[in-house]
């Protein structure tokens, strides 16, 4: 009884002591309906009506906590109150949020030129090995095309292509330029100047955009914080050629073709029956099963490889994918005392890819320091050290590589022959190309290795001399060490393959630094009128320098043994080396009357090395305005639905140096093949000599852009952000390389000033936030939309210049001219398939190619006769629009998100499609050429006929035409996730901080017409570089990586 009545004591002395307490929540312009107030540590809460009064039951003891969408939370103490009005303002987070910008940072409401925000949160949840990757839709005006090759890098590009040169951006990290980015979990935020307001500052660099990269700080005062982040999971691709691998139905494709061309049906591998018969065995040169001088007995790989062939059909693509494994973990220690801040970071990862014997390790180190010793003395560093390395092969979208083979290899062709070694080419006969075996491929690169060591970071000093004077000086530096790898063994499976051990090594380093020093004068005079003065000056250097060699003839294929020393024969020795400088002065000046009227100026003069004597120094201004026009009085009753609006306008211009180191001089170089010479008139006796190489311009002088934004931004119903951004950018003095006479030479021909060309476009970002059921439940919605159009205004004096790509197998698929995108598709335009000969006979000429089965070229400029002056435009790379989509939804513990990107209205030149659609190298083809091309016994009426009629002779087919121009569009379920982080209560039992468990899935879904292995094309390469000019070719691609993953976070 005793229990009983004390129970009944202590709820009742609780009844007693709750009160109802009244009140009102209101910001500067009224009541604000829909506020959260809830007793703290409790479930107990209520919202504010329309007139934003509530109504709650609390004790003296309580802490009411007070908070709505887009205003900083209040903690208010009860008391002995039982009327509490609270007056809540604007969030600094939000209305005031610090944005990063150049040689400094800038409060948001005072921010007046085109600027995106990539923050911490949404880098969490993009499981990348890159932070270039995790940019894909985060940010409006920004275009990503990702790389699925282990640890690789995606091609980010801002507003458009803005030369025929470098497009790619500058990166800045911690105020390091062109510093090798972090890992993105030491990463803070990213900010993304994207018109010439912004990047002015950078000058001569800031022209294709700037990325300013922020690692993670501590905060003084701050308490030591442990956080650990794990990540595993498992990365596969199910991406697929559509090709035939049944050997009976590529039996029938060769019959078909065979019978088409009025030919006799026999094949080495099917005999000469009435129908195909796949032979037991593939011999060499095409011998034919049961031959009297075939003995399997008598195997030997080099001289007398035996291969069976394979009756179920070998899948390429399936025999060299794997499941890859995943580990990412991350360890972050924070904290900070009185005057000193730290930040401590570790982080390892290990990357299979989804090829075999393909992978990315990195394990990386960061240490952020700054400290506070005398009020008037900051000094601090940053330093990033990271050991990175590939293995296996890592070749993309080049010509000939790996992909190639894929859809060149046959599917009679099993994996390993009879006695367990590589299967391949070497079997001979018809319709078997002599390509390597893709998995031997694989399997020899295993050893390749990349690696690469990083030091990137700061040291500083900056002091405050007087009231409102910063002095700064911060020295910069980015060094990479570079070690290359490269056995290749021999390839017997081909008959033309390598046929002993050769070894490449090279090793390369890469120092780049910039001091800067700045003088920042910052004050307010009076309460509204608010001055930021910037004053700069800044050298910079980047050296780079590289060793190679190669020897060959190895006695071993030991991997231990492959030294240069131990190879028999001498191949290559190479070496080569630039540098480059940079100096500037620079200044910004920002003035804003009561944060509702703003100005912004700035300019930059920078002095190059890689321009001549006369064009060495360019100068580049801009100038920007801002109005908060929601601070006018005449908008002060519209503070319920538009609570905020902001007009922006700029024009600035800013540069372009990437042309290369020396484009002003005139170069010569030593080539073992055509400049040694017999001066004594013997062979016996030969001097080295030179050669030119390149012809040099010194009047060249910088690539110009000018750039023009106007922009709003605004807040409606204080849930609702949206930011509209109209731009043009125009490039002036575009580098272009000149044609010369041939009595010249082979050389390089010079670069010079003649080229212009234009973009313009429209960049949107919208963001919706809520919560309902006491914040129980969360909802954020964000979108970006960016469109643009290229143009080519100018390429030379002559009015019929053109730029075309580079030729691949004869074909060359780009081109562009004023008046074009840079670059669009070029060749001939297919108007369906001949039925009858009749037909054929009206049509323009074309040789003896015209005939039923075969296709109808137009005549575009109606000669009666196909010629390559048929040739047209027939497709463009840049999408209509490209768009990313993110939801976040919270449940109590419980969160789920998804982000998406859709790329719309872009073209694909799809060049495997001559190997698999149109028979080149009679290699594997698809089932839409055995069931639908003109005469399959297949088609009921060849005038539904999707293909021309097969053939062993297919040259015409082969030549760039509308034939292999396919909608790129695609939409991409990027991430999925699903997480849940545990209850306070069971957290402080575990005496843990914070503690999430989650799941995510990455790239699970995407949706396209496209019959490629993925939409995603970059630029295509040639000798490893990418080519702006061949954008979209489609030459062999990674397909995209799937992703399912665990993950777990733990702060102590």
């Known amino acids: ?498 046929k002993s051990t050769t070894l490449n090594e090279s090793s390369a380093n890469e120092t780049r630094w910039n001091w800067t020093n700045t003088f920042n004068y910052k004050n307010t005079f009076g309460e509204n009128h608010s001055v930021d003065f910037l004053f700069g000056m800044e050298s910079s250097r980047i050296a780079y320098r590289t060793i190679s060699a190669s020897r060959q003839d190895y006695l071993s294929n030991d991997i231990n043994f492959l030294v240069l020393d131990a190879g028999a024969s001498n191949q290559l020795n190479n070496g080569s080396g630039f540098a480059s400088t940079l100096f500037s002065y620079f200044s910004r000046i920002n003035y804003d009357y009561a944060k509702k009227y703003i100005v912004d100026f700035t300019v930059r003069r920078d002095g190059s090395s890689r321009f001549g004597a006369e064009n060495r120094y360019g100068i580049f201004p801009a100038a920007s305005l801002g109005w908060v026009a929601s601070k006018e009085n005449f908008l002060s009753g519209s503070e319920d639905w538009l609570s905020y609006l902001k007009f922006r306008a700029s024009w600035g211009q800013s540069g372009n140096d990437q042309i290369g180191n020396y484009n002003s001089f005139t170069t010569y170089e030593s080539d073992p093949g055509s400049s040694y010479y017999a001066i004594g008139g013997s062979d016996n006796t030969i001097t080295q000599g030179y050669q030119s190489l390149a012809i040099g311009n010194p009047d060249a002088k910088w690539e110009t852009t000018t750039s023009t934004n106007i922009a709003f931004d605004a807040t409606l119903f204080r849930k609702l952000d949206l930011s509209v951004d109209f731009w043009k950018k125009d490039t002036e003095d575009m580098l272009f390389p000149v044609a010369i006479p041939q009595v010249v030479g082979d050389v390089i021909e010079p670069s010079v000033n003649i080229g212009s060309m234009s973009n313009k476009g429209v960049d949107i970002s919208l963001s919706y936030r809520t919560s309902a059921l006491d914040d129980w439940f969360t909802l954020n919605m964000s979108t970006t939309f960016t469109a643009y159009k290229n143009e080519v205004t100018k390429l030379s004096d002559n009015g019929n210049e053109f730029l075309q790509g580079f030729p691949t197998r004869q074909q060359i698929y780009t081109r562009t001219e004023v008046g074009r995108a840079f670059p669009e598709y070029y060749g001939y335009v297919v108007d369906g398939i001949f039925q009858t000969q009749g037909e054929a006979d009206a049509h323009a000429t074309n040789g003896t190619y015209n005939e039923p089965g075969n296709l109808k070229i137009r005549d575009v400029d109606g000669d009666g006769e196909i010629t390559p002056d048929d040739r047209t435009y027939i497709g463009n790379p840049h999408p209509d629009f490209t768009a990313g989509f993110r939801l976040g939804m919270g449940f109590g513990n419980i969160d789920v998100s998804a982000t998406l990107y859709a790329s719309v209205g872009n073209d694909l030149a799809n060049y495997t499609s001559r190997f698999t659609k149109y028979g080149l190298f009679e290699g594997p083809n698809t089932p839409e050429r055995l069931y639908n091309s003109w005469g399959s016994p297949y088609l009921e009426d060849n005038n539904d006929a999707t293909l021309p009629k097969a053939s062993t002779s297919t040259s015409f087919e082969q030549n760039a035409s509308t034939l292999y121009i396919e909608d790129g569009s695609f939409l991409r379920i990027q991430n999925l996730q699903v997480g849940y982080t545990l209850p306070d209560e069971l957290i402080e039992k575990l005496h843990l901080k914070h503690m999430k468990l989650y799941v995510i899935g990455s790239n699970l879904f995407t949706f396209t017409k496209y019959s490629g292995l993925d939409p995603e094309i970059s630029a295509k390469r040639e000798n490893g570089v990418p080519q702006e000019i061949d954008r979209g070719v489609d030459v062999g691609t990674w397909p995209i990586s799937k992703q399912i993953m665990l993950g777990l976070n733990i702060s102590l």
Not at 147 to 160: C, H, K, L, Q, Y
Not at 348 to 365: A, C, P, Q, V, Y
């Open 1 to 498: 009884m005793g229990v009983f009545l004390a129970i009944f004591f202590l709820f009742s002395g609780q009844a007693w002591a709750q009160t109802t307490i009244t009140g009102t929540v209101s910001d500067v312009e009224g009541p604000i309906p829909g506020a959260n107030i809830v007793v703290k540590g409790t479930t107990n809460g209520v919202t504010t009506d329309f007139d934003g009064n509530f109504s709650i039951n609390a004790s003296p003891a309580d802490i009411l906590i007070v908070s709505y969408l887009g205003y900083a939370t209040q903690n208010v103490k009860v008391g002995n109150q039982t009327t509490i009005n609270i007056s809540l303002l604007a969030d600094q987070q939000q209305l005031d949020e610090v944005v990063v910008v150049g040689y400094g940072t800038r409060s948001k409401a005072t921010l007046t030129s085109a600027v995106a925000t990539v923050d911490q949160n949404y880098l969490d949840q993009q499981p990348v090995s890159n932070v270039s990757k995790a940019l894909q839709g985060s940010a409006a005006g920004v275009t990503t095309i990702s790389a699925s090759t282990p640890g690789g890098d995606a091609e980010v590009r801002i507003r458009g292509m803005g030369t025929i040169n470098n497009n790619g951006p500058l990166w800045v990290v911690d105020g390091v330029q062109g510093a090798q980015s972090p890992p993105p979990g030491q990463i803070e935020s990213i900010q993304i100047l994207k018109d010439a307001s912004s990047t002015a500052i950078y000058g001569a660099r800031g022209a294709n955009g700037v990325i300013l990269v922020t690692t993670k700080t501590g905060k003084k005062n701050q308490a030591v914080t442990l956080d650990i982040s794990v990540k595993t999971g498992m990365s596969f691709s199910d991406a697929k050629y559509d090709i035939m691998t049944d050997p009976q139905l590529i039996g029938e494709m060769l019959w078909l073709e065979l019978e088409n061309d009025g030919l006799p049906q026999t094949n080495p591998h099917y005999g000469s029956g009435a129908t195909p018969v796949l032979n037991e065995y593939l011999y060499p040169n095409g011998g034919v099963s049961g031959a009297a001088n075939v003995n399997p007995a008598l195997y030997d790989q080099v001289n007398y490889p035996i291969t069976k062939s394979n009756p179920q059909g070998t899948d390429w693509l399936d025999e060299i994918y794997q499941h890859g494994l995943i580990q990412n973990y991350d360890l972050s220690l924070m904290g900070g005392s009185e005057k000193t801040s730290y930040s401590f970071q570790a982080g390892f990862l290990e990357e299979n890819g989804i090829l075999k014997n393909t992978s990315f390790n990195r394990i990386s180190f960061r240490s952020n320091v700054d400290s506070n010793p005398f009020e008037w003395l900051n000094i601090g560093q940053r330093l990033g050290v990271t050991y990175g390395e590939t293995k296996g092969w890592g070749g993309n979208n080049s010509h000939n590589n790996l992909f190639n083979q894929l859809y060149l290899a046959s599917p009679l062709v099993p994996v390993k022959d009879i006695a367990g070694n590589w299967a391949g080419g070497v079997v001979g006969g018809a319709n078997i190309n002599d390509g390597p075996n893709p998995v031997g491929f694989l399997d020899r690169l295993k050893d390749n290795s990349n690696k690469k060591y990083n030091i990137t970071g700061n040291i500083y000093a900056a002091i405050k001399p007087v009231k409102n004077v910063t002095i700064k000086t911060l020295l910069g530096y980015d060094v990479d060490l570079l070690n290359n790898f490269s056995p290749s063994f021999a390839a017997w499976e081909q008959d033309t393959g390598a």
